[in-house]
């Protein structure tokens, strides 16, 4: 199993630029598909972006699409989300998620993840 941690979350302006981080520990990194995900106040949990195991695949929720990068280093166990020209609407707390599996697959539905982190809190405002 692998338990994974999230930071660099923080409140930041319209039009600025935040990068996210997951940490991962314990079984190894890229065993795993990863993702992100991010839950608003009073709204569902919805899927942010996804990355393959070798990093070779992408997706990205419509909402953050061309804003938004997900990226991997496998040799620090660590996965990034690169926010750029954020919106007040991306105020969310932002989960990182890994599922295990042996293809370069990609999933972009949270029941597919078994390994979830605790969240970071992303507020952006004027």
């Known amino acids: 199993q692998v338990q994974l941690v999230e930071s660099g979350g923080g409140v930041v302006q319209p039009g600025d630029s935040l990068r996210l981080s997951c940490a991962g520990s314990g079984q190894r990194f890229s065993d795993y598909a990863m993702g992100w995900f991010r839950r608003a106040p009073g709204k569902e949990r919805e899927f942010v972006a996804t990355?393959?195991?070798?990093?070779?695949?992408?997706e990205y929720g419509s909402s953050v699409k061309g804003r938004f990068t997900v990226s991997r280093d496998n040799a620090k166990s660590t996965m990034y989300l690169q926010m750029n020209r954020m919106k007040p609407e991306d105020t969310a707390v932002y989960y990182c998620?890994?599922?295990?599996?042996?293809?370069?697959?990609?999933?972009?539905?949270?029941?597919?993840?078994?390994?979830w982190g605790q969240g970071t809190q992303v507020t952006v405002s004027s």
């Open positions: 998620a890994a599922y295990e599996t042996v293809t370069g697959a990609t999933s972009t539905v949270d029941a597919r993840y078994t390994y």
């Open positions: 990355i393959s195991r070798a990093g070779t695949r992408r």
